[in-house]
């Protein structure tokens, strides 16, 4: 019996689902793109950053519009598990590298000859301490790393007890704070809180109440556009100085007592790759642009949220002559 | 996890037998002593006596790097030997099936694929499968993520399929096995300890990245619950009945296809959409190693647009609950043992899946000939949708509300008054005093077998150099733990009182569980901004649901004639709560805390990824950093501190109980 009375409701029922996703998909319009003519395909990494997405949304839209290139992209962790997908020929490009290339595991993929270091891509990463700029009027003496002791107090947090809290960066980059912290002998406990995101949330949230905090941070990035950051100076760089805390070189924290070089960022590309004759390795070996440039595309797709490929197009648009070099035109 | 238990528990025999001891021997008094006298040593010897290096194996580290080495030169030297052209035969049938189902999905376009999925849910579900298959779909299309969202299903489809294939064979064999579910389950229990983040390097350098590493990271995670709950099931059939069956001259193989199998049916459809729900939980994480869609849009988003992460994690818990439900209403409808089927009505639901098969066909094949993409690109309220989401994120991160007010005075008290101290406390004891204190406590509380156990597992995590750091978890893992059994103690009560209670509760612990932890813990971060903290309540919103839900089972299944008795002497309700019910539902509630342990455990690696100090931060940095040892060691550590809580919790009722096991 309520079997009889239930088909009918189901019927009406798989009807209107019917009618409705019928409906919605005659008026849908499918264009493909056909791309891929003379050039063929490049997989480029995208790393988690926003200067990361800047690079490859640029590089496809010249590569796609001006080569015909289908331009995959990939987003891997850095480091050891992206140089095996080189290896397997899974990604072709790396536009950004921060020297993950130099460490030891990584130099066995240089050495066998499958990935090739191209050299600089133009942006020279910086590393250093930061406080909000307000902070900085406040207490012109920190403008040096001299003026913090003695008032690490003011930068103390809950977690940091009676000492001042130093706030780490993501445990993932090059970093030795907690060591320059016990040689320059300031009264900081070093405090990370993980991945960049949370460092940015703990920071930027701070700078919102206008309140006191020093911090690692980096340029170029393009959160520096939008809140004003002052940099402290560390005590200068020495030849045997290093920047990256590795316990292997023992406890002579001495070392580590400088301010971070430049680093230079790298891009990267596989030796097949590059022997595969497509036009776009040579557009890539050119390519090359400040950290302005770059900064000025990450805003955009990070701070107002705007689609990558338009916010691609608005840059190479304004920015034709640097293009065209790219192009080798 | 916490389906596995609730049978157990009704298995188990309720009672109220507690031997009484005179006050100064209880278990609260010892343990209590035996923290006394640790706090004497504490304060008396503060930091000086850390682990010593002598008793530490040193060149571990080293060695597991060397491994590490020796696998990247091995995978890719010239002539790489059989094993590794193995693992790369597999990884590319892997990528290829993937690939194979996600060109299915596309080749129906996106219409077929509805279509399909409604229909389907409709002939084998009923009425309201069909609305929740077509509320997913809607989902998918309206948040503008639809080709992410058929990524993740095929994914999902090559993951849970395989999973499916080794997990229940394997769980026959382990229910008609006791020696084989012995031998297999400390290695399940390491299946779902160990966290992901430390067997994603060995994968991506055996298997590379892409989809088939995707599947093989989610398998890992899945298979144990497949194996558990179908071994359950296959010993839940009633012995004499296969005694009867055997009686009448039937094979053991008969007698496992046409007794036993039958029997557990409803068992086995609970493991598949157990397996379903287990694989969708990894989705983040197989996005990190190439797995694409939905995952991926989580991990790239948290940087660049926290809205649009924590869309596509709401996305994912509409496709689990979905699938949980649209699962759990088959296994219901054809369940034989509550239809009766009459020729008449089989000839009609034969008839109906023709139709179904028919429609799904005709409707794929018009919209093939319209020119339906596979991918749905009308309208959607993908803006809209994200701009609600931001404005919320705004609210949460601005500092001046009411709301910041009291979230971060309560993470400011949770760190100053809870975690400092207590982590301080169990990392500054001196090292003798802090292993053999916790194993005395263990006795006390657990007996001597889970004493034996915690003893040697501490002695693990000391020589493998885990220290300072597993204390340091430990401390944040008790904590939550605290946080975590008070909430789901008091929700499971409450939902057990009231049905409407337990109505509102369900829905919000379906999301918790399915959410993935990384998409709320960035507000948490705004809201509490000290380090520990958003990683203790991650864990605690993970757990709390699954505590609550045996804790509401337990108290609701105390039988009804015990319940009444105490009613008809006079009881109130609250005194049949607090001096019937709640005691008759200890098993449940000491299961809840066990499970509750386990999975705060779970998610210590994701508070790492937040800055939690101690092993899941190395995890972390284990693979941020290529640095193998670390992440391995650190791995360990987990899996020794997680077998060490499972055997004291489990062993507190038995204890009680007077049994010695």
Redesign the interface.
């Known amino acids: 019996m309520s ?1 009889r009375r ?1 088909r009918p ?2 019927l009406v ?2 009807a209107l ?2 009618v409705v ?2 409906a ?7 264009f ?1 793109r056909d791309a891929a003519k003379s050039c063929g395909s490049v997989t480029m990494d ?1 790393n ?3 200067g990361a ?1 800047a690079n490859v949304y640029v590089l496809k839209y010249v590569l796609e519009e001006n080569l015909g290139c289908t331009v995959n992209i ?8 992206l140089f ?2 080189m ?2 020929g ?1 990604v072709d490009v790396v536009p950004e590298d921060w020297n ?1 290339i130099l ?1 030891k ?2 130099q ?2 240089v050495k ?1 000859g ?1 990935i090739m270091n191209l050299g600089s891509n133009g942006v020279i990463g910086h590393i250093g301490w930061f406080i909000p700029t307000y902070l900085m009027k406040q207490y012109p003496q920190f403008k040096t790393w001299r003026g913090l002791k003695g008032k690490e107090g003011i930068f103390k ?3 940091s ?1 009676s000492q001042g809290m130093f706030l780490g960066g ?3 980059y090059v970093q030795k704070d907690a060591q320059l912290i016990k040689e320059l002998g300031l009264d900081f406990k070093f ?9 940015v ?2 920071w ?3 700078y ?2 206008k309140k006191p905090i020093i911090f690692y941070w980096y340029t170029p990035q393009y959160l520096n556009t939008a809140y004003q950051l002052s940099e402290i100076k560390l005590p200068a760089r020495s030849k045997t100085c290093v920047d990256s805390y590795n316990p292997k070189l023992g406890s002579n924290w001495g070392i580590y007592k400088c301010a971070y070089g430049l680093t230079i960022i790298d891009k990267l590309m596989t030796s097949k790759f590059a022997k595969s004759g497509s036009p776009a390795v040579g557009v890539i070996k050119r390519w090359k642009w400040s950290a302005n440039d770059q900064n000025y595309v990450a805003n955009l ?2 701070g107002k ?1 705007m689609d990558p490929e338009k916010a691609a197009e608005q840059w190479v648009d304004a920015n034709p002559a640097k293009v065209k070099a790219w192009l080798g035109k | 996890m916490s389906v596995v238990a609730d049978t157990t528990t009704t298995a188990a025999v309720p009672s109220l037998l507690v031997e009484h001891r005179p006050w100064w021997r209880s278990r609260v008094t010892l343990s209590g002593a035996i923290v006394g006298v640790m706090l004497v040593c504490y304060f008396a010897a503060k930091a000086q006596y850390p682990w010593p290096a002598s008793l530490t194996w040193n060149t571990l580290p080293t060695h597991l790097n060397d491994f590490q080495t020796w696998l990247v030169d091995s995978r890719n030297a010239e002539n790489p030997s059989v094993v590794i052209r193995a693992f790369n035969g597999f990884a590319d049938f892997l990528d290829s099936l993937v690939n194979w189902f996600s060109s299915l999905l596309g080749w129906m376009t996106w219409v077929g694929v509805t279509v399909a999925g409604v229909l389907v849910s409709l002939r084998f579900g009923g009425v309201r499968a069909a609305a929740w298959a077509l509320a997913a779909f809607a989902t998918f299309a309206l948040s503008g993520l639809w080709v992410e969202s058929m990524q993740t299903l095929a994914l999902m489809l090559a993951a849970v399929g395989l999973s499916l294939l080794v997990g229940i064979p394997l769980g026959v064999l382990a229910g008609l096995s006791d020696r084989f579910a012995r031998a297999v389950t400390p290695v399940l229990d390491a299946m779902q300890i160990i966290p992901a983040f430390a067997y994603l390097m060995p994968i991506v350098i055996l298997f590379s990245v892409g989809p088939g590493a995707a599947v093989i990271t989610t398998m890992i995670y899945a298979i144990p619950p497949a194996i558990r709950i179908t071994a359950l099931g296959i010993r839940g059939v009633p012995a004499n009945t296969v005694e009867a069956a055997l009686a009448m001259g039937s094979t053991p193989v008969q007698s496992l296809t046409k007794v036993r199998l039958p029997l557990a049916r409803r068992m086995l459809l609970l493991s598949v959409n157990q397996t379903i729900l287990f694989a969708l939980s990894m989705v983040v994480i197989a996005g990190l190693i190439g797995g694409k869609g939905l995952g991926d849009v989580v991990t790239s988003g948290l940087n660049s647009y926290p809205a649009l992460a924590l869309l596509a994690g709401l996305v994912i818990v509409v496709m689990a609950m979905a699938l949980d439900r649209v699962t759990e209403a088959v296994a219901e409808r054809t369940n034989p043992a509550r239809r009766h089927l009459t020729d008449d009505l089989r000839r009609r639901l034969r008839r109906a899946s023709v139709a179904t098969a028919l429609v799904v066909a005709a409707v794929i094949a018009g919209a093939r000939i319209a020119g339906v993409g596979a991918d749905y690109s009308r309208r959607t309220a993908r803006d809209w949708l994200l701009a609600r989401i931001q404005s919320v994120l705004d609210y949460v991160q601005n500092p001046d509300t009411f709301l910041f007010q009291v979230t971060s005075w309560i993470g400011d008290h949770i760190v100053q008054y809870g975690l400092v101290p207590f982590r301080n406390f169990l990392v500054e004891t001196p090292w003798p005093v802090t292993l053999v204190g916790i194993t005395l406590i263990a006795l006390v509380v657990s007996g001597r077998r889970p004493a034996v156990t915690t003893f040697l597992m501490l002695g693990v995590i000391g020589v493998i150099g885990e220290w300072a750091s597993a204390m340091d978890t430990a401390s944040q893992v008790l904590v939550a733990t605290v946080l975590t059994v008070a909430i789901g103690f008091g929700l499971g009560v409450l939902a057990a009182e009231s049905r409407t209670f337990s109505k509102i509760l369900r829905p919000v612990n379906d999301v918790l569980q399915t959410l993935p932890q990384l998409v709320y813990l960035i507000p948490l971060i705004y809201l509490m901004p000290v380090s520990v903290v958003p990683g203790v309540i991650a864990g605690v919103l993970y757990a709390f649901p699954v505590v609550a839900r045996l804790v509401e089972n337990g108290v609701r299944n105390v039988e009804a004639n015990t319940v009444e008795a105490a009613a008809a002497f006079g009881a109130t309700r609250r005194q049949i709560l607090r001096k019937v019910k709640i005691p008759l539902a200890q098993d449940a509630i000491m299961l809840g805390v066990n499970q509750g342990i386990i999975m705060v455990l779970a998610v210590v690696v994701i508070g790492g990824l937040v800055g939690s100090p101690g092993l899941g931060y190395e995890v972390a940095q284990g693979l941020a950093r290529s640095d193998f040892g670390l992440g391995v060691l650190a791995s360990v550590a987990i899996l020794a501190l997680g077998i060490a809580l499972d055997r004291v919790t489990r062993g507190v009722r038995r204890a009680q109980l007077g049994e010695e096991p």
């Open positions: 079997n239930a409701v189901r029922l798989a689902a019917l996703v019928g919605l998909g005659v008026s849908a319009s499918a493909g995208e988690a950053w926003a997405t990939e987003k891997l962790p850095e480091s050891t598990p095996q997908a290896a397997d899974k993950n460490l595991v990584n066995k993929y066998s499958t947090s809950p977690e007890g993501d445990p993932s405090v990370s809180v993980g991945a960049e995101p949370a460092q949330a703990r930027t949230q701070a919102k109440q797709i990070a949220h």
